[in-house]
């Protein structure tokens, strides 16, 4: 075994301490039911959850799993504001996109359920269909429900659709890469119940081939801004308005919960304006003005943080990250006089380069955005291996080959906050929630 291969096992078997056991749960947590216009949302990995890895993918693999994924979700979300979402940029490793939470979807009449990612950087809503080849065990059966449709080549949504091809057919269809995935699929409509709203006439990719392994096993939400998105098909319903709130990872239930329209949305918040970006208006940006560490303001060059439409540079919110990415400069000044504060031996673990194997003491870190300041909790920007003993900092520079200068403030950031997306005001909220 060369001594690169042995280092990497080493950090996998020592990273692998930080995966939570407390994960798993009593069974009747997962029978809650959704309630109101709240959708339980549960952890990918979740005991809950049917995609959680299986008895025989030791914990390393898993670790592993995650951090390759979330990796490559950065090279994905890259790729999409330099508008080439079927390809890495400046890169040739694989672009695996995984949605980390996904929430309780049903479709059909009579309704069918499905388990479906729920993802804000994404807009259109797929599903694996009756006679996919290369989907998952579980499909929609298109032929059980009686208020299932075909949508032709003049609908309105065909036109909405990136490149689609009709041929000899009528039939709106379309071919598109995802990740490391491509996939064929019709453009249909039927009726979505999310809790107790019935959606009817919601359009999404019913899947017919896949080949590759991206694509969700039992489909994908789309939060985003694009007119095929969950928002903008239930404007009416919801107001373009839904919020979150994410679980920690060590949540004895993985649940949380995704609440959508602005009722009951709440009242005390602390908001930051959305900006729009031309080069990818589905993504969440916000102003990122600066980062504080204890009570330190950083030196961070400003172009570091300056949202930029035309190149696409700044910041995004995404439920689908795990943990927080800056661009080397930004990264670099928050993890200096993160390091300085502690003033004890660094290691690294992983992807990690910040890492104590003795007690700390750690300072706070604030995100301060335009209008509002997020000091996060210890929970959410440091890893504690229950194991070696060892800590980290669950922060990481942005890939060095991308070119988009994009931040991505991740979930693991944003778990136990309440989210909220105001599209009619233009603005992102959060305040401090427990997520249960």
């Known amino acids: 075994m060369s001594p690169p291969t042995l280092l990497l096992l080493c950090s996998l078997l020592a990273l692998l301490s930080f995966y939570p056991s407390q994960a798993y749960s009593d069974n009747h947590v997962c029978n809650l039911p959704d309630h109101g216009t709240t959708l339980k949302v549960m952890h990918i990995y979740g005991k809950c959850s049917p995609f959680k890895p299986s008895k025989s993918l030791s914990w390393e ?3 592993f799993d995650m951090a390759r994924k979330d990796e490559n979700r950065l090279q994905y979300l890259s790729s999409l504001v330099a508008r080439r979402s079927d390809v890495p940029i400046a890169s040739a490793r694989q672009i695996i996109q995984s949605p980390t939470y996904i929430v309780r979807v049903n479709i059909g009449t ?3 359920t499905m388990l479906m990612a729920m993802d804000t950087s994404n807009d259109e809503a797929w599903v694996p269909c009756n006679g996919c080849s290369g989907c998952s065990s579980k499909l929609f059966d298109s032929t059980k429900s009686t208020s299932y449709k075909t949508l032709g080549c003049g609908s309105a949504e065909c036109k909405q659709v990136r490149n689609p091809t009709c041929g000899g057919s009528s039939v709106c269809t379309f071919n598109q890469t995802y990740g490391v995935s491509t996939f064929s699929a019709n453009l249909t409509q039927d ?9 009817p006439n919601f359009a999404f990719a019913c899947l017919g081939n896949v080949t590759g392994s991206s694509v969700p096993p039992q489909g994908l939400l789309g939060l985003g801004r694009g007119p095929l998105s969950l928002l903008s098909q ?4 919801y107001k373009s308005t839904f919020s979150y709130c994410l679980p920690s990872f060590k949540s004895p239930n993985f649940s949380g919960s995704l609440r959508l329209g602005p009722v009951a949305q709440p009242k005390k918040m602390k908001y930051t304006p959305l900006l729009k970006n031309p080069r990818r208006s589905s993504l969440y940006y916000v102003n990122l ?3 504080r560490v204890g009570s330190k303001v950083v030196d961070i060059p400003p172009s570091a943080l300056a949202f930029n439409p035309t190149t696409g540079a700044g910041t995004i919110f995404d439920s689908g990250t795990v943990y927080t990415r800056l661009v080397t400069p930004a990264y670099e000044a928050v993890r200096n006089e993160f390091r300085r504060r502690i003033k004890a031996n660094v290691s690294s673990l992983g992807g990690f380069d910040t890492c104590y194997t003795q007690p700390i003491v750690a300072p706070t870190i604030t995100l301060q955005f335009s209008g509002m ?3 996060l909790p210890l929970d959410n920007i440091l890893l504690h291996s229950t194991a070696g003993g060892t800590t980290c900092l669950a922060m990481a520079a942005a890939p060095d080959n991308v070119n988009s200068g994009l931040n991505v403030i991740a ?7 309440r989210v909220l997306f105001d ?3 233009s603005r992102l909220g959060v305040s401090r929630e427990t997520c249960t």
């Open 373 to 375: 300041n997020v000091t």
């Open 423 to 425: 599209l009619p005001n």
């Open 234 to 237: 239930s404007q009416s319903l």
């Open 289 to 291: 003005l600066s980062i």
């Open 191 to 199: 009726s979505v119940q999310l809790a107790r709203d019935l959606i």
């Open 61 to 63: 693999e898993t670790v």
């Open 110 to 112: 009579p309704a069918q």
């Open 411 to 417: 979930n693991l950031q944003q778990q136990n906050h």
